[in-house]
């Protein structure tokens, strides 16, 4: 079963950058397409980005395109979520999710998901 792992959530102020992390220690995300999605609190669950197996091809919601972007170094079995200017409005819970498929995913109907981290965006 794949787990996943994230971090670098925190505490940041308006405008700030953070950088998430998302890793699967023992399993090789090469062959997993991987979406990153958010909860606010008494709100669903939204997807925010997702990226295919090799970095090529990315999707992000309207309300980070241009401020987060997403990444990943396949040779350190890592996923980033690039967010830069961030506002009050992007506190949540962070998670990464993963599936073999890539429509699944950009489906937001991922099969796998990790623990989350905290992002909060306060001054």
């Known amino acids: 079963q794949l787990q996943l792992v994230e971090s670098g959530g925190g505490l940041v102020q308006p405008g700030g950058s953070l950088r998430l992390s998302c890793t699967a220690p023992?399993?090789?995300?090469?062959?997993?397409?991987i979406g990153w999605f958010r909860q606010a609190p008494g709100k669903e669950r939204e997807g925010v980005s997702c990226?295919?197996?090799?970095?090529?091809?990315?999707n992000y919601a309207d309300s980070v395109r241009g401020r987060f972007t997403a990444s990943r170094d396949n040779v350190k079995n890592t996923v980033y979520l690039q967010m830069n200017n961030l506002k009050p409005e992007d506190t949540g819970v962070y998670y990464c999710?993963?599936?073999?498929?890539?429509?699944?995913?950009?489906?937001?109907?991922?099969?796998?998901w990790g623990q989350g981290t905290q992002v909060t965006v306060s001054s």
């Open positions: 999710a993963a599936s073999e498929s890539y429509t699944a995913v950009a489906g937001l109907r991922p099969n796998y």
């Open positions: 023992g399993f090789n995300l090469d062959y997993y397409a």
């Open positions: 990226i295919n197996y090799s970095g090529s091809d990315t």
